[in-house]
C-alpha cells in the first residue's frame, strides 16, 4: 500500500512522516495511520535519506495491511458467533428444557472479549516483529 507524506523530522534512520489516513484503512490504527482524523503523523524507515520538508512516497507491504484488517474486522465476528453458539448448544446439553437465549448472548459478548485480549497480544508480538513498519521509498517528482 503506498501513499505520499512530508517529512517533518528526520531520527537517524527514521522520519517523521506527515500523510493523509488511506481509506481502505478504516480506522485500523495497525501501523498508526488510523487514528482519527485524516492527517497524521507516522514513523517510517527512511531509507532513502529523505529531509525535512520533501515529499514523499510511503509504503506498507499490501499483505500485511490485509492481515490485519482481517483480524481487526473478523476474529471478533468469528469469536462472536463461536460464542453464541457454545453458549446455546451447551445450555442445551445441560438441561434441554432451558431457554438458550441468555447463555447464547453472555457466550457471545465473553469470547467477543476474549477476541479483542488476543488481538491485542497479537498486535504486540506482530509490531515487535516489524509487520507495520511503514518505509519511505522514493520521492514524489512534481
Not at 78 to 87: H, W
Request: charged share 15%; proline share 2%.
Amino acid at each position: 500500500m503506498e501513499t505520499i507524506g512530508i517529512i517533518v523530522t528526520t531520527e537517524g534512520q527514521f522520519a517523521q512522516v506527515k500523510t493523509t489516513r488511506h481509506v481502505s484503512c478504516n480506522r485500523c490504527g495497525a501501523c498508526g495511520l488510523g487514528v482519527t482524523g485524516s492527517d497524521v503523523v507516522v514513523k517510517a524507515n527512511n531509507v532513502i535519506g529523505a529531509k525535512a520538508g520533501e515529499q514523499v512516497i510511503l509504503e506498507m507491504r499490501t499483505d500485511h495491511v490485509m492481515k490485519a484488517a482481517f483480524f481487526g474486522y473478523m476474529v471478533p465476528l468469528i469469536f462472536f458467533v463461536i460464542g453464541i453458539a457454545a453458549g446455546h448448544y451447551l445450555t442445551r446439553m445441560i438441561n434441554p428444557e432451558a431457554q438458550t437465549a441468555l447463555p447464547a448472548i453472555i457466550g457471545g459478548f465473553g469470547l467477543l472479549v476474549l477476541s479483542y485480549v488476543f488481538l491485542r497480544y497479537y498486535d504486540r508480538r506482530a509490531s515487535a516483529r516489524g509487520e507495520y513498519e511503514a518505509w519511505v521509498t522514493g520521492y514524489v517528482r512534481d
